[in-house]
């Protein structure tokens, strides 16, 4: 069975660090990964997509890959009190396959 | 500009009365996917869409039923809604299987 694993927090990063999420998955055939970003109440909005190993920077976030590890990390820099919220991490590769997360919930501290 | 609506944003239904849940898209995206989402917990999928061809989870319970009339358009029924079943729906779209997904604002079921 696939499966996606994040660290539920809460995560509590004071404001203006570097806010670190990670992620592990269990399927090796796994091509695409997202990360959303889902406030209270409200549905999943997409932050960054990655397919290859490495890193992806768009603005002040950062996806990092390692498809040996078997691990993708969100880093998000600057960190401001509206990055507060629970971020999916969710992977897929098949037909229909897009295994998600149970979510990191984020705590920006003023 | 809305380019997935779910209607309606909040629905209280009574035990065991059916519900049916609405989607709609704008981007003319070939798959629609429902998911179930409780609190705390990672959104669970029901059933897709792949064109009309429809896609179901085995562990999707028989009380969940979906229709896509067209491409813009999707509905998911529950016929006799249970209080296990409260929870946000969430649709989402994508133009193909297996990328990213647009997911509406989601519907917000209650069930008394």
């Known amino acids: 069975q696939k499966e996606v694993e994040q660290n539920s927090g809460p995560l509590s990063v004071p404001e203006g660090a570097i806010a670190s999420l990670n992620c592990t998955y269990s399927d090796r055939g796994s091509q695409s990964f997202f990360w959303y970003r889902q406030y209270s109440g409200k549905s999943p909005e997409l932050i960054m997509s990655?397919?290859?190993?490495g890193d992806k920077e768009d603005g002040r976030f950062t996806a990092q890959l390692n498809k040996a590890s078997q691990y993708v990390s969100l880093l998000i820099r600057d960190s401001q009190p509206s990055d507060s919220a629970t971020y999916l991490c969710?992977?897929?590769?098949?037909?229909?396959?897009?295994?998600f997360g149970k979510g990191t919930h984020l705590i920006i501290q003023p | 500009d809305a380019m997935v609506i779910q209607n309606p944003r909040y629905q209280v239904t009574q035990f065991g009365k059916p519900v049916t849940l609405s989607c709609s898209q704008t981007?003319?995206?070939?798959?629609m996917y429902w998911y179930q989402q409780k609190s705390s917990q990672a959104p669970k999928l029901l059933f897709h869409?792949?064109?009309?061809?429809?896609?179901n989870e085995a562990d999707t319970p028989d009380n969940f039923q979906s229709r896509r009339p067209n491409t813009s358009f999707c509905f998911l029924d529950i016929r006799s809604p249970g209080l296990g079943d409260a929870a946000m729906y969430l649709c989402?779209?994508?133009?193909?299987?297996?990328?990213?997904?647009?997911f509406g604002p989601g519907t917000r079921l209650t069930v008394t």
């Open positions: 869409y792949y064109d009309k061809d429809f896609n």
């Open positions: 969710a992977t897929g590769g098949g037909a229909d396959g897009l295994t």
């Open positions: 990655i397919y290859s190993n």
């Open positions: 981007l003319n995206h070939n798959v």
């Open positions: 989402a779209t994508s133009p193909e299987s297996g990328a990213v997904r647009y």
